[in-house]
């Protein structure tokens, strides 16, 4: 999610005016992820926690918009680009007011991709303590052996970091290659392709195909639709308090 300066947050927050958020914060009466912040400061709507006089700062309450998009290789999970390419947020047609990427897909990888402008249910998502499964449907070039099978199900550590157990169902399998089904209780970098090259298997095609409950479930490539409010509901409990 793009950066946002605090006192910003304040008012798009209903909380206070600009310029009354800048005095709180030159007096020290503001923490960001439990620091006092500077002003200047600047925040992620999305995963920094903002606390003020002791309390949480959340956005009003307000129609909040919770979109599923399949996207395309070729696009970067972002709202902005310096170097011009394609953003995901470019293929929201039709949709009025800003929704910013929960979580990343990379440039080449493809398929489910959710965007909201509820910062709650964003910071809930993304938080390492919540383990919601995500199902990738992965192409990689070759034959799977026992070996390489063992470890991607078994324990692996990946940039000095130890991984949560990784479910892999294999489809398929033909002259181009390998199908397999993976289904993870994290988000790490780039996980899925440093885990294949880890264990000598090459990725061809990388596609997200659902984030708890909510599934692809024929959603053409490039295209969105708006969640349903069981859906949302769905997330919140799975994340926690409804």
């Known amino acids: 999610m793009e950066k946002i300066r605090l006192q910003k947050y304040f008012t798009d927050c209903g909380v206070l005016s600009r310029r009354a958020a800048e005095k709180e914060i030159e007096e020290g009466r503001v923490k960001v992820n439990g620091h006092p912040a500077p002003l200047g400061t600047k925040i992620d709507p999305s995963s920094d926690?903002?606390?003020?006089?002791?309390?949480?700062?959340?956005?009003?309450?307000?129609?909040?918009?919770?979109?599923?998009?399949?996207?395309?290789?070729?696009?970067?999970?972002?709202?902005?680009?310096?170097?011009?390419?394609?953003?995901?947020?470019e293929l929201l047609e039709g949709h009025e007011g800003r929704v910013y990427p929960i979580g990343r897909l990379d440039y080449i990888s493809e398929g489910l991709l959710l965007l909201t402008d509820d910062g709650t249910l964003a910071n809930r998502l993304t938080h390492p303590k919540h383990h919601l499964p995500k199902v990738y449907r992965v192409k990689v070039a070759g034959h799977v052996s026992d070996e390489q099978y063992e470890a991607l199900t078994g324990e692996m550590e990946i940039d000095g970091y130890k991984l949560l157990p990784v479910f892999v169902d294999v489809v398929g399998e033909d002259e181009t290659g390998t199908l397999l089904k993976m289904t993870l209780n994290e988000g790490r970098n780039r996980q899925i392709r440093k885990m294949c090259e880890k264990v000598g298997l090459t990725v061809k095609r990388l596609c997200r195909v659902s984030i708890g409950n909510i599934k692809l479930d024929g959603l053409p490539v490039g295209k969105w639709r708006y969640l349903s409010e069981k859906e949302v509901a769905e997330l919140y409990r799975a994340t926690g308090n409804p």
């Open 49 to 89: 926690i903002v606390v003020w006089k002791g309390k949480p700062v959340l956005p009003t309450a307000k129609e909040h918009h919770y979109i599923a998009l399949n996207k395309p290789r070729g696009y970067i999970t972002s709202t902005s680009d310096p170097q011009n390419r394609k953003c995901v947020t």
